[in-house]
């Protein structure tokens, strides 16, 4: 009879890692009208309405905000476009991405 105690085990066990993931940063900036970045936000991050509103506000008040976190290549992707449609609007707004602690 095999024995919990002396019978070694043979199974590995394996894990996939998680990527690292990393942060999309809305930017506060003196120009660019609250309405335009609540709208950017639902447009290019899918939140809601109340969400956007939110992020926009805590950004303003604090100087940034975390919109949402990805893994780094759709992280910077996203920024990267959030920032380049705010540009072609004519509006200074920066999005930026950090890894995540
Ligand atoms: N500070 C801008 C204003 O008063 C609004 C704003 C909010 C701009 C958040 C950028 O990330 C931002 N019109």
């Known amino acids: 009879m095999p024995d919990a105690t002396t019978t070694p085990r043979t199974k590995t066990l ?11 940063i809305l ?11 609540v709208r950017l936000l639902k ?8 969400e956007a509103q939110r992020i926009m506000i805590t950004a303003h008040m604090k100087g940034s905000c975390v919109v949402a976190v ?9 920024a990267t476009r959030a920032t380049e449609t705010a540009r072609a609007e004519g509006f ?9 602690e």
């Open 43 to 50: 447009a290019e991050f899918r939140t809601t309405g109340d």
């Open 70 to 78: 990805f893994t780094r290549e759709i992280a910077e992707s996203k």
């Open 14 to 24: 394996t894990r996939t890692a998680r990527p690292p993931l990393h942060k999309v």
């Open 92 to 100: 200074p707004l920066l999005f930026t991405t950090e890894p995540e």
């Open 27 to 37: 930017v506060n900036d003196d120009f660019t009208p609250r309405e335009f970045v």
